[in-house]
């Protein structure tokens, strides 16, 4: 019997995507040189990579957890360890080879508390992985023989002669190190979403109990994906140690597992771009945010808030929603709308942020001998009665034209929808 030859049609688009991304992160150096915009490319790497471990849990399996950050930060503990003993001529490891340490220790750790973990589901698996977030965290400080207690593990990593003219001294040596483990590690977790252990947890997430009828042990299928979500959250705390040479105990702390799940979200789990947009924003929040202004964690508590009533599918669904409107030609006519959503949310803010600012202004900038306040380059005075008046007023106005606005938004919307279901129809029916 002669072989049957079936043509397959490449995915340009997706080879396109992938090119660009590649690209992107060879030439973001170029565009970015100084020794800042260095550092912050390559924190955003390591988040990318974290964040993305991160979605394999939530957006794919539906296992929302408090305790991620223990295997980055675990992964990045047995790293730098592993650094240092490289340098006492102990390892015979190559430097650039030091975060896939980490990642074996993430996968286990993963091992070890993952067949714990993953034995409930729902609310009982996220309880069980703040509980071990907590017991790690607090060993953290209680053997600092491991740890380092409270100020840390610090290693070297410019060990030895260079070698190809590479030492990893440089900040872009340690960049470009870490983008390609990020476009590996990326390309490597995409894979998965395609594999049939990614496709059993799609539906793992979307119903259970049919996956136990047709033969399949949901346990063991959480099991699996949470060892390797371990080991890439490994992975990128070995970058971490890598690229910070010290670890101290916050990498395991609860507030950076809070940061997976707050950024994640707000990129978008339901899409596997997201947790990219996420990780950027992350870095961006952490480093250069909070250098603006002190109350940059309740800007970001309300812009959560917001973000969950009225997106919640995250960055990523806004753009894919777009992208569908203009795939049928009908987005100009919602651009005047957005414009005006824009602007009305921006006088909230305005007004929300004066009074924000004056409240930090009165706890902590006076105690500390600070000057005079200015937001927005308008000068305000936290002790009397008119800037209290004025940020109120314009609160209330941005909120009342926000929502005279998002009306309006809505039922151009439902118009533009219809629209398109119309000729989709029409389509259907030729």
């Not at 006076?366 to 000057?371: P, Q, V, Y």
Request: with cysteine; proline share 5%.
């Amino acid at each position: 019997m002669a072989p049957v030859f079936r043509y397959r049609p490449r995915d340009v688009a997706r080879g396109l995507v992938w090119g660009l991304f590649a690209l992107l992160l060879a030439v973001a150096p170029l565009l970015f040189g100084s020794g800042l915009s260095l550092t912050l490319l390559s924190q955003m790497g390591i988040a990318i990579i974290a964040c993305l471990s991160y979605n394999m849990l939530l957006g794919q399996g539906g296992m929302l957890s408090f305790g991620h950050a223990v295997y980055s930060g675990l992964g990045a503990y047995l790293a730098i360890h592993a650094l240092n003993r490289v340098a006492d001529g102990q390892l015979p490891l190559p430097v650039s080879l030091v975060p896939l340490v980490g990642a074996l220790a993430g996968i286990g750790v993963a091992l070890l508390l993952g067949f714990v973990t993953t034995r409930k589901s729902g609310t009982p698996f996220a309880m069980i992985t703040l509980g071990l977030a907590e017991l790690v965290f607090a060993m953290s400080l209680m053997v600092p023989e491991f740890f380092g207690g409270e100020a840390g593990v610090a290693a070297d990593r410019v060990i030895g002669p260079p070698v190809a003219g590479i030492s990893f001294g440089p900040q872009i040596q340690v960049y470009t190190l870490i983008a390609l483990y990020t476009f590996f590690a990326t390309a490597a977790m995409f894979a998965f979403t395609h594999t049939p252990l990614g496709r059993m947890l799609n539906a793992v997430r979307d119903n259970p109990e049919r996956v136990g009828y047709i033969g399949y042990d949901a346990q063991r299928v959480r099991y699996l994906t949470f060892v390797i979500a371990g080991g890439f959250a490994g992975l990128s705390g070995g970058l971490h140690a890598l690229n910070f040479e010290i670890v101290t105990a916050e990498v395991v702390g609860l507030q950076r597992s809070g940061a997976y799940l707050l950024f994640t979200f707000l990129g978008g789990a339901g899409f596997f771009f997201g947790p990219i947009l996420g990780a950027v924003l992350m870095v961006l929040a952490f480093v250069l945010f909070s250098e603006f202004t002190q109350a940059w964690l309740l800007y970001l508590g309300l812009v959560f808030l917001v973000m969950v009533m009225y997106a919640p599918g995250g960055l990523a669904g806004l753009v894919m929603m777009n992208l569908r409107v203009a795939a049928y030609g009908r987005l100009r006519p919602l651009w005047p709308a957005y414009l005006a959503l824009a602007g009305t949310a921006l006088t909230v803010l305005a007004g929300v942020g004066a009074m924000i600012e004056m409240v930090y202004h009165l706890r902590l900038d006076a105690a500390l001998g600070g000057g005079p306040l200015r937001f927005l380059g308008v000068p305000l005075e936290p002790h009397g009665i008119d800037s209290w008046c004025g940020a109120v007023l314009v609160a209330l106005a941005g909120l009342g034209l926000f929502e005279l606005t998002r009306r309006e938004f809505a039922r151009r919307w439902g118009a533009v929808q219809q629209e398109i279901a119309h000729e989709i129809r029409q389509k259907e029916a030729s």
